[in-house]
Each structure stands twice: as C-alpha cells, then as structure tokens.
C-alpha cells in the first residue's frame, strides 16, 4: 500500500468551527489531492498541489484552503465549517514525474460530521 | 455538468459469472481512464487503467475497453467472486503531466454485489 495517513480518521465538530485535516506521505510524490466523497456526486476534487507550495483549487474549492509547506505534508483547512461540508474527505498522491500517466493512490479517509 | 457518467447504481451477479460495469464521458480532452475499486470505510484502490492510444487492457481477470468514437468505457470481471462486491468508480484524466497534472474526474460510482 501507498504510504499515506490521514487524521483524524474521524471528526465531529460545530458550524462555525475552523477544521484542519492532515495528509502525511512516505512516498516522496510530487502531486498531492484533496477529495470529496458525496452519494451520488463519486469523488469531487477539492484542491490539488504540484510541488512544495504550489497549489491550485479544484471542482469544488469554496469554503476550503490549503498548504502545502513541506513535501509530505498536505493540509485541507475549512475556516468556518457549514454542515454542507459533513463529507469523507480523501487525500491521494501521484507520483507527477515525465510525461507518463500515472495512477494516484489514495488514503483512508476521514469522515467528518459538522452538526 | 457530471463530465463522467455510470449510469447505472448498482449490479448483481452471480459467482462465476462475467460483470460489466460501464462508463461514459464527455470531455475530448480525456486521454487516460482508470477503474477503482472501494470497499466500506477504505480509500478507492487503483484497479486498471487505459490509454486513448489503445482500445483493451487487461489485467489478469480484469479488462478494461474503450470506445473513443463512443465516448465509452467498460470494466469486465471474469470470473466474478464474492470478493469483489464492492463500489466502482470510474476516472478521466485530460494530458499527462503538463498543466493538467493528473487531475481527476469521477463517475458517481456503480455498488457490485457478487452472489455465491
């Protein structure tokens, strides 16, 4: 397996409530993922980074931030949580080397409830 | 605008038997196609993936085709087996590497259930 750890694995917080979730790799890629996971919408990408402080936003980046200061490091920040952000949120990875397509691999998760 | 497509939720066979789980997308651009495969409380798994220059791909009971003109994909399971009833999400990429930087684009996801 992909070295990829998410935290918490689980959350419950209140709206309003700034939330920080973590991604830690061991595999030294180069492209790191944020994903939302919905019923019925599949995954959704949140925000996306290529290199150590490049970041760029995704499909659905409202209401959420992110920093990548060190290469194994991706954190996905919502600064006032809304219930409309209760998801499992995703980290993957990909490799981001030459030309070639490359499969990413994804973490656990984290279910997060805001109530 | 849902840019990839599994229309159908969910599929039931029987252990032994051929699964088709089909895909369809929009976008021109997408050039690379990947199967994942999800089970409960699990990150998504990369199955099999196919290039645009190619049309079949296999990987052992896995086999991933694609229909440019159509703009379709499908991931046949031979044979199927109880360990496979999982959730199965299709993906797109447009371009390798370049400014696309591999991002992905998701079907809603088809629930397999293989019945011994």
């Known amino acids: 397996d992909a070295g990829i750890t998410q935290s918490p694995r689980h959350k419950v917080t209140e709206t309003g409530t700034p939330v920080t979730l973590r991604c830690h790799q061991t595999e030294n890629h180069r492209y790191m993922y944020w994903y939302r996971q919905d019923p019925g919408h599949g995954l959704r990408l949140i925000h996306y980074s290529y290199g150590v402080k490049d970041t760029d936003k995704g499909e659905v980046s409202d209401g959420y931030s992110v920093s990548r200061s060190k290469t194994e490091d991706f954190l996905l920040t919502l600064e006032s949580a809304t219930s409309s952000q209760t998801s499992v949120y995703f980290c993957a990875i990909s490799p981001g080397t030459g030309y070639s397509n490359q499969p990413q691999h994804f973490g656990d998760g984290t279910r997060l409830s805001i109530l | 605008d849902q840019q990839v497509k599994q229309n159908s939720p969910s599929l039931s066979v029987q252990e032994g038997r051929i699964s088709i789980l089909n895909c369809d997308y929009t976008n021109s651009m997408f050039d690379y196609f990947l199967w994942y495969k999800k089970y409960p409380a699990e990150g998504p798994t990369f199955l099999i993936s196919i290039s645009s220059i190619k049309d079949k791909n296999e990987d052992g009971r896995f086999t991933v085709f694609l229909n440019k003109s159509a703009k379709h994909l499908s991931l046949h399971i031979v044979p199927s087996q109880p360990g496979d009833s999982a959730v199965y999400f299709c993906?797109?990429?447009?371009?390798?590497?370049?400014?696309?930087?591999?991002?992905?684009?998701f079907g809603q996801g088809t629930i397999l259930t293989v019945h011994p």
């Open positions: 993906a797109a990429s447009a371009g390798a590497g370049g400014t696309s930087y591999g991002k992905l684009t």
